[in-house]
């Protein structure tokens, strides 16, 4: 059974002469334990399709469903409870909170299911990203490699079973961008987590085993 897959699955935007077909039927299979790159020129639909799949957003028709239960029948509550307990999500640029630590800002997934052992399980998954050292540091004092560390870290502490990431090296310099790229390998391999990642950079995307191509809302070959 396929992990993740979304079925015909279409979403636009605005309304009348204004409306923006941005997918345009789009089906598609996660594997467990894939590592998928999704590329594409600007306005392809890159983004809109990651949080459609994350159930971010919901489509306009289709369907995606996770280990084969469809998540259109979910009520907005437990949505919230499948991400908070299935997924991790890193963005471009990171949303971590400015007046939280990095410990806390690592522990706030596990600190809202009331967890604990929230600090204690933030504390290991800062260490083993190489990110302990700055347990006690606001996101204003780290840099922004630090910071990307730091968000994988809140992706990963609920244990999902996929991480998703939108242009996660968009913001950082070659050799961080490329530190980024090795985390996220070794986070496929440790963890066993599936890995689907928005990129436009092509460097990037040769160290996934799969490269998922949009053009113009659709998928390409």
């Known amino acids: 059974m396929n992990l993740l897959e979304c079925r015909e ?76 307990r299935s997924i991790g999500f890193v963005f471009q640029f990171h949303h971590l909170m400015p007046e939280f630590t990095a410990l806390e800002n690592a522990a706030m997934p596990l600190l809202m299911r009331g967890d604990a052992l929230a600090y204690d399980k933030a504390r290991h998954y800062l260490k083993k990203l190489g990110v302990d050292h700055r347990s006690d540091h606001r996101p204003s004092e780290m840099s922004g490699g630090e910071q990307q560390r730091v968000a994988v870290a809140r992706a990963l502490i609920t244990e999902p079973q996929i991480l998703f990431a939108d242009e996660p090296t968009g913001n950082l310099d070659h ?17 066993s987590v599936a890995l689907v990642v928005v990129t436009h950079n092509e460097e990037v995307a040769k160290y996934f085993s799969r490269i998922i191509r949009l053009d113009d809302g659709r998928l390409q070959g």
């Open 175 to 191: 050799e961080n961008s490329q530190k980024l790229t090795d985390l996220l390998m070794k986070i496929n391999e440790e963890f």
């Open 9 to 84: 699955v279409k979403k636009s935007y605005g309304q009348g002469v204004s409306r923006t077909e941005v997918l345009k039927g789009i089906s598609l299979q996660i594997e467990k334990k894939e590592r998928s790159a999704i590329l594409g020129a600007s306005g392809a639909g890159k983004s809109t399709l990651l949080h459609i799949l994350s159930a971010l957003e919901k489509p306009d028709e289709g369907d995606v469903l996770f280990e084969g239960k469809s998540l259109k029948s979910l009520k907005d509550d437990q949505l919230s409870e499948f991400r908070n």
